[in-house]
């Protein structure tokens, strides 16, 4: 073995004193380009401080919208209903209380009368305003009837001179049918609106952000008035004028020139600016701006708000200062460790050369052992047992592991010996593990090379597709180490784990079903008894009153919905126990009618358009109607739930062509299901949705009652991913056709 002599290891200790020196002084020309890069890195963050609190303000804007379009479609506001319209927009009011909304009010479509209630639920009532009435004049025009408004309010309404008051305006109709109006007649009505205080419901977003530690932000709308700044005397003022006023001689066209051309058109950036002010200190400061645009979109308007975080410079130069302190600190220990390694590394050259050979032979020797058990320790194990380098390569894989990733191992009466394609290892080697184990959760490129960065290891389980099986695999990845501690390959080692998981799923599945058993029972107890008593009563109120006494009428209503809570506890039983099977016979498209009429509401608020293709004359099938609607139902809301920005619901019935049965479909063009996720859909308990928004009960229950009437149930789905165009989840659903008489066709056109 050759080892370096003295004066080339004195050489380069010389040639690095010399690099350190340089990178010393090249340190201190970097400091103002290393300034402009800090700069612009700290006004990237202003950024995403600004378009954070931006997105913000726009989704609160939306809520309130939706929440009076809302509103608006209520019969108790549409036709004033002198009982409960009041009631109604309370109920709204109390979800807008830390919104700035204060006051909803309705004006009637003669313009003569104002009624609203305040967030302090104050009634009040008044003749309309003048300015309001060439609002009312705006809102019957036939071309405003799906628009909104959004402008200053008259004076005698805000009746809040000292705070930034807009109002919202959306035109109601008679659109909406009860007891009173089965038959909406569509005409127009006056308006609904909102009074909202801007400088309250801005600054409940940018109030609380902080840049650095003095840098805050300001907001403006469409006309350069502030609706938002720390100097609570800019709020409501022209932001070009207000600062000339304040600012003296100091030259704002900076400033002005970012507001006008580039804050008012809408855009984002970032630039600086020079001020006379910052936190109560004066003089000129020059300042750091992020700003990002609020659009506030209410057909046919659009309108452009902006919101800016502001901060001194001087943030920026106390970290560039910290941070070239402690580099020439640390770079000056550097030197002085070198120096002393230097002559240390001399003094034991001498003695390590001795003892070196001497070790090199006893650790060959050792290391030879140590691979021939390795070997015959890995060959024999039944886990995925492979290295891979810093960039997941393949370094080597036991045989288990090669006829495992190749599918192998899946095929009938695999024999999983260790001689089993020995050569199949070497096939492997140098490609990528990625191609084998998909990247899936916490299994990916970035987990890689933060296991090699740090030096730690991982154990996590991960499910990847491994040819056309899903797998559940239990993985551990630990850093393969030189004998100077640097990392130089990562140990992993699988195993398969998906029928554990199986089994784990189907005793926690099993330990909920009888959970929910015991649960629907006793509340099925406790909520029948007083039932059975209200109904009784209300059976003997009924005979005692005439049909045309009024209350006779309201009996009936609380029977009603009396049997359909009776039918709501049978439905949560259907979950623990199946009741008795009936035989009963349904109308398909008169089910599929009532279901539609229902949900007819959801479909407009969710923005979702009908295509209706129901085959006229379809025979009856053999299945309970309640159970039916139940079915159709359960499916409609998850079509519409899967288009959260709306889309088409096809809703088609036939006679399936070539089979006995009635065919339903119900297609969405939604976001579709997921690969991993097609195998479970009809599980128990299992739902993609957020925790509190589904039970993952609903396709449970609805396979048992299609199965248990006979019946069958498909699916169709494409992603996103799979088809950017076409994509969506139809689910086609079939029952057999009831005979009214055998071999004889219900419709009477053909031969069974």
């Not at 056709?737 to 031969?751: A, E, F, L, M």
């Amino acid at each position: 073995m050759v080892l370096p002599s003295k004066k080339i290891i004195l050489g380069i200790g010389l040639l690095t004193l010399v690099l350190l020196l340089g990178g010393l002084i090249l340190g201190f020309y970097s400091i103002a380009n290393m300034k402009e890069i800090v700069s612009d890195q700290f006004n990237q963050q202003q950024l995403e401080l600004a378009q954070h609190a931006a997105r913000q303000l726009e989704n609160q804007f939306l809520n309130i919208t939706q929440d009076l379009t809302t509103l608006n479609q209520s019969p108790s506001v549409q036709y004033l209903e002198r009982v409960s319209w009041a009631n109604r927009i309370k109920i709204t009011l109390s979800t807008m209380r830390d919104t700035g909304v204060l006051e909803i009010g309705r004006v009637d479509g003669q313009g003569k009368q104002t009624q609203a209630v305040t967030i302090e639920d104050e009634i009040r009532t008044y003749p309309v305003v003048p300015k309001f009435k060439e609002v009312l004049s705006w809102a019957r025009r036939d071309e405003n009837k799906n628009s909104a408004l959004f402008a200053r309010p008259p004076e005698e309404i805000a009746g809040h001179s000292q705070q930034q008051v807009m109002t919202l305006v959306l035109p109601t109709y008679l659109s909406s049918a009860d007891d009173a109006h089965p038959i909406p007649s569509h005409q127009f009505a006056g308006f609904i609106y909102l009074l909202l205080n801007t400088d309250f419901f801005v600054s409940q977003m940018v109030k609380d952000i902080r840049s650095g530690k003095t840098g805050y932000a300001w907001v403006i709308d469409q006309q350069g008035n502030f609706l938002y700044h720390p100097v609570k005397e800019f709020i409501g003022k022209n932001a070009f004028e207000v600062r000339e006023q304040r600012g003296g001689k100091i030259s704002f066209a900076k400033i002005n020139q970012i507001q006008k051309e580039k804050m008012l058109r809408g855009e984002q950036g970032t630039s600086f600016y020079v001020s006379g002010w910052h936190r109560g200190v004066t003089g000129d400061i020059k300042k750091l701006i992020a700003f990002a645009p609020i659009h506030l979109h209410l057909p046919p308007q659009s309108l452009n708000w902006s919101v800016a975080v502001a901060a001194p410079v001087t943030e920026v130069d106390e970290v560039i200062h910290a941070a070239y302190t402690r580099q020439f600190i640390m770079q000056g220990f550097i030197l002085v460790a070198i120096l002393l390694g230097g002559l240390f590394i001399l003094g034991s050259e001498k003695r390590y050369t001795r003892t070196l050979e001497t070790e090199i032979k006893n650790k060959t020797k050792d290391l030879r052992q140590s691979e021939e058990r390795y070997k015959k320790l890995v060959e024999s194990a039944q886990d995925i047992i492979f290295s891979i380098n810093r960039d997941g390569e393949l370094l080597s894989i036991n045989n288990f592991g090669a006829n495992f990733l190749s599918g192998a191992l899946f095929e009938p009466n695999h024999p999983t010996g260790p001689s089993h394609h020995s050569e199949l290892p070497q096939t492997f080697l140098g490609k990528s593990i990625f191609n084998y184990l998909s990247p899936d959760g916490p299994f990916d490129p970035k987990a890689i090379e933060e296991i090699w960065k740090s030096g730690r290891g991982k154990a996590f389980e991960h499910s990847p597709q491994i040819g056309n099986r899903l797998v559940s695999l239990s993985t551990q990845l630990r850093v393969i180490k030189d004998e100077t501690g640097a990392a130089q390959g990562i140990l992993g080692i699988s195993r398969d784990i998906t029928e554990k998981k199986k089994i784990e799923q189907q005793m926690f599945n099993t330990e909920k079903l009888a959970a929910l058993g015991l649960m629907s029972a006793g509340v099925a107890h406790e909520i029948n008894n007083p039932l059975a008593v209200i109904l009784g009563y209300c059976d003997y109120m009924l005979e005692k009153l005439p049909p045309e006494d009024k209350f006779h009428r309201i009996l009936e209503k609380i029977e009603r919905q009396g049997e359909n809570c009776k039918k709501i506890v049978e439905n949560l039983l259907s979950f623990s126990r199946y009741s008795d099977h009936i035989e009963d016979v349904s109308d398909v498209n008169a089910n599929l009618e009532t279901v539609l009429n229902v949900a007819q509401n959801n479909l407009l608020i969710k923005k979702v358009q009908l295509i209706k293709d129901l085959e006229p004359g379809l025979p009856k099938v053999k299945i309970d109607p309640t159970q039916l609607q139940q079915v159709l139902l359960n499916l409609i809301n998850n079509a519409v739930a899967a288009m959260p920005q709306g889309g088409i619901l096809t809703v088609a019935a036939e006679w399936a062509v070539g089979s006995d049965r009635v065919k339903i479909l119900i297609a969405d063009t939604g976001t579709g299901i997921r690969k991993e996720n097609r195998e479970r859909i009809y599980d128990p308990f299992f739902t993609t949705k957020q925790v509190g928004e589904g039970t993952g009960l609903g396709l449970t229950v609805t396979y048992n009652i299609i199965t248990h009437n006979g019946g069958t149930i498909s699916l169709e789905t494409k992603t996103v991913e799979e088809d950017p165009v076409h994509h969506g989840t139809a689910f086609s659903v079939t029952f057999p056709v009831y005979h009214t008489r055998r071999g004889i066709d219900p419709k009477g056109d053909r031969d069974v």
